[in-house]
C-alpha cells in the first residue's frame, strides 16, 4: 500500500511538472511572437538600407522572411485570438475579421542582403495557444493567397468561450501523462 501512494505522488508530481513545462513553453512563444514581429523602433521607410541596418542590429538575418506589425497594433493583434477579432482558420489558426497592414521582409539568409521590403495589408493568419486564461498568438502563419476569414467560421477562444477553443486540443503531453496514469493505475 505504502508503495502505491509512493506511485500516486510521483505521478501527480509528474503531471504537475509537465502542465509547468507547457505553460512556460507557450509564454516564451508569446514573447517569441512579439520580439519577432511586434518590435518598436522598427524603420518609417522602406529603405532597403535601413531595413538591412536594422536587422543586423537586432538580429534576423538568419530568417529569409520576415514580417513586422505596428507596435500601436498589438491590442488588435492579440484579439485575432478572440472570438471578438478572429475566426477559426484550421485547428488553432485564427485568421483575422479584419485586414491588417505589416511590412514584409525579404532577405538572403545568412547574408542579411535585403531582397524586398513592402507593405502588405491583408487578414493575418495567427496560431494561437491558451495561456493562463488568455488565448495569445505565438505563430505568424503566411497568407500568400491574401485569404479571408470565413463568415460561417466559429470564432476563436476568448476566457468566456474557453470550452469552444480551438486552442484546446490533446497534444501529446497529455497524451503521455494519460498513459503513465493508466500504467501506474494498474
Known amino acids: 500500500m505504502e508503495k502505491l501512494r509512493c506511485e500516486g505522488v510521483f505521478l501527480t508530481v509528474t503531471l504537475v511538472f509537465c502542465r509547468m513545462m507547457a505553460l ?25 538600407d535601413e531595413w538591412k541596418a536594422y536587422i543586423k542590429t537586432h538580429g534576423g538575418c538568419d530568417r529569409p522572411t520576415q514580417s513586422f ?43 542579411c542582403s535585403i531582397r524586398s521590403v513592402k507593405a502588405e495589408t491583408k487578414h493575418l493568419i495567427l496560431a494561437c495557444e491558451v495561456l493562463e486564461n ?18 460561417n467560421a466559429r470564432g476563436c477562444q476568448d476566457p468566456e468561450t ?7 486540443r490533446t497534444t501529446w503531453l497529455w497524451m503521455v501523462s494519460a498513459l503513465i496514469f493508466i500504467v501506474y493505475a494498474y
Open 162 to 168: 474557453r470550452g469552444d477553443a480551438a486552442a484546446l
Open 69 to 111: 506589425l505596428l507596435p500601436r497594433d498589438l491590442d488588435r493583434v492579440r484579439a485575432v485570438c478572440s472570438s471578438g477579432g478572429g475566426q477559426v482558420y484550421r485547428e488553432n489558426l485564427c485568421i483575422s475579421r479584419q485586414p491588417f497592414t505589416f511590412v514584409t521582409v525579404r532577405s538572403q539568409p545568412g547574408t
Open 134 to 151: 488568455q488565448c495569445l498568438p505565438v505563430h505568424f502563419e503566411g497568407n500568400p493567397e491574401d485569404l479571408r476569414p470565413d463568415n
Open 24 to 48: 512556460s513553453k507557450w509564454n516564451n512563444g508569446y514573447k517569441t511572437f512579439i520580439k519577432r514581429h511586434i518590435r518598436s523602433g522598427t524603420p518609417d521607410s522602406y529603405d532597403e
